[in-house]
């Protein structure tokens, strides 16, 4: 099946510096990648949307200017913390759209997450 | 009012218990809906797709009631291996999906 790949799977940075994250998509061509964050025991949160050859978009509260995304190929979409500071710790999850063969349902493919500490 | 409520638990239950889970959601004009499932710091799997005549997959049976905007997933014969966060995924359009915060399932010896 579809598999994403995410780098790095765990970060541990000083205030103020940028944090790149990749994911990739191995086996297929994904236009379209969805970048979530998760704190403890809360929800993903969608964070934005980037989509190849275009800007990002972002939800509601993102900084965009913080949260840079790029999306330069169709395998490749990264995101970078810049000036990370302490409240972005957290765990990034990016997932690529596909479709359930067998019933055809709209399903996302996880990438295994990056957790990021910020000290 | 959050787009998708789940009770968080956590749920403790003995192994070869029976165990049941409720999500309710805001969005009449929602898709699809699914059942993730999250293990402590790892990324959320899919479990199952949820069906509108409901659908069963060996211990685990996943129920949609659209009138009343609920999603269920029943869990029979829980083994330890089922301790996990169990996410309900409601698919509201343009590719985007909404995690309800999970419920923690919790099977002891």
């Known amino acids: 099946g579809a598999v994403v790949s995410q780098h790095p799977s765990w970060v541990i940075c000083k205030s103020g510096t940028s944090v790149k994250i990749e994911c990739r998509s191995l086996?297929?061509?994904?236009?379209?990648m969805f970048w979530y964050r998760q704190f403890p025991k809360q929800s993903l949160m969608l964070m934005a949307t980037?989509?190849?050859?275009?800007?990002?978009?972002?939800e509601q509260g993102v900084e965009k200017d913080k949260f840079l995304i790029n999306h330069a190929s169709l395998t490749l979409s990264t995101l970078t913390v810049t000036s990370a500071h302490p409240e972005d710790s957290s765990f990034y999850i990016c997932?690529?759209?596909?479709?359930?063969?067998?019933?055809?349902?709209?399903?996302?493919?996880f990438g295994a997450g990056s957790r990021l500490t910020v000290l | 009012r959050k787009e998708v409520e789940q009770d968080p638990g956590p749920f403790n239950v003995p192994e070869g218990a029976t165990v049941a889970f409720n999500c309710t959601y805001s969005?009449?004009?929602?898709?699809?809906f699914f059942w993730y499932r999250q293990d402590c710091r790892k990324e959320p799997k899919l479990l199952m797709s949820?069906?509108?005549s409901g659908n069963e997959d060996g211990r685990f049976t996943a129920q949609l009631n659209r009138a009343s905007q609920y999603i269920s997933l029943l869990i029979r014969d829980s083994k330890l291996s089922d301790s996990a966060t169990y996410l309900c995924?409601?698919?509201?359009?343009?590719?985007?999906?909404?995690f309800g915060t999970g419920t923690r399932l919790l099977v002891s010896p």
């Open positions: 949820v069906y509108s």
């Open positions: 995924v409601v698919y509201g359009g343009f590719q985007k999906l909404v």
């Open positions: 980037s989509n190849e050859g275009s800007k990002a978009t972002y």
């Open positions: 969005n009449s004009a929602s898709q699809s």
């Open positions: 086996d297929f061509q994904a236009t379209t």
């Open positions: 997932s690529a759209p596909g479709r359930q063969k067998l019933s055809g349902a709209n399903v996302l493919t």
